[in-house]
């Protein structure tokens, strides 16, 4: 990676911070993204500390002129991208009876059309090098999350664009990874929406007991450079992926237990 330029969205924290501290430490020149300029110019000077070259443009995935400017700012400044790393993503946690319908847009407007827009601007840089896309997907792109119909549709649409994708440019050189990590510790739960696309601020699960993201990012490096289609993380969401194909009305009800089990959670 010594010198190929890696951009990553929505990679003011979480996972998308960790990849970019993963890339940068290989060599990488680090591009990070998101909407929240004071978050992002910190991310920034964090990375920088680190000796990593790392440069932050203020650009909100949901929006497809900002993601065009932010990828011609990126080929201005750097000439070339060689890899893709769709993270922006935000989640949501309401019963679909009782959410506003603008809750599921929105979402679906940064997790779906968010990775549409970046990679369709980014595209034609990155066959000319034969470069890759990396999808941030969710373990709720394979299986339904009740309370989060907007986020596990999100993620369908994502699974399905980006494989989609990966067959249309087989015969190019580019790579493309769907990773879908189970649950993990980072502030994509604090950050959810409520019915109202309110920001709750505060996570109904425990994060200690989760995958930290600097595994995660670690494990998806390493399933980028062994070429590898799909990364499914965790036990719990490998087990899940499994017994949904085969035993789905099982899983149904397994799935409907645990997340009832969730602090405050209304399917209590």
């Not at 003011?12 to 680090?30: N, T, V």
């Not at 929240?36 to 110019?41: G, I, R, V, Y």
């Not at 920034?44 to 000796?51: D, T």
Request: glycine share 10%.
């Amino acid at each position: 990676m010594k010198n190929q330029v890696v951009i990553i969205t929505g990679a003011s924290s979480g996972i998308g911070k960790a990849l970019a501290f993963e890339y940068g430490r290989k060599g990488a020149q680090i591009i990070i993204t998101g909407r929240n300029e004071q978050n992002l110019l910190a991310a920034e000077a964090e990375l920088q500390a680190q000796g990593i070259s790392a440069k932050g443009i203020v650009c909100d995935s949901a929006s497809e002129e900002q993601t065009r400017t932010m990828v011609a700012k990126v080929i201005e400044l750097y000439g070339r991208i060689d890899l893709l790393i769709n993270n922006a993503g935000i989640s949501m946690r309401s019963m679909f009876e009782t959410v506003d319908l603008t809750v599921l847009k929105q979402v679906m407007d940064i997790n779906f059309w968010g990775t549409v827009y970046a990679t369709h601007a980014a595209l034609p840089y990155i066959k000319a090098v034969k470069g890759g896309i990396i999808g941030i997907s969710s373990i709720a792109g394979y299986r339904g999350l009740p309370v989060r119909t907007g986020y596990s549709a999100s993620k369908f649409a994502m699974n399905g664009f980006l494989e989609a994708l990966r067959t249309e440019l087989l015969e190019t050189g580019v790579h493309v990874l769907i990773a879908c990590p189970g649950f993990t510790a980072s502030n994509i739960r604090a950050a959810s929406l409520n019915s109202e696309g309110k920001i709750t601020g505060e996570t109904m699960r425990d994060e200690g007991k989760m995958m930290s993201a600097e595994e995660v990012a670690t494990r998806i490096a390493a399933a980028y450079e062994a070429k590898k289609k799909t990364l499914v993380l965790t036990l719990q969401g490998k087990l899940t992926v499994f017994l949904n194909k085969w035993l789905n009305g099982f899983t149904d009800r397994l799935v409907y237990n645990t997340l009832k089990k969730e602090k405050d959670s209304p399917l209590q």
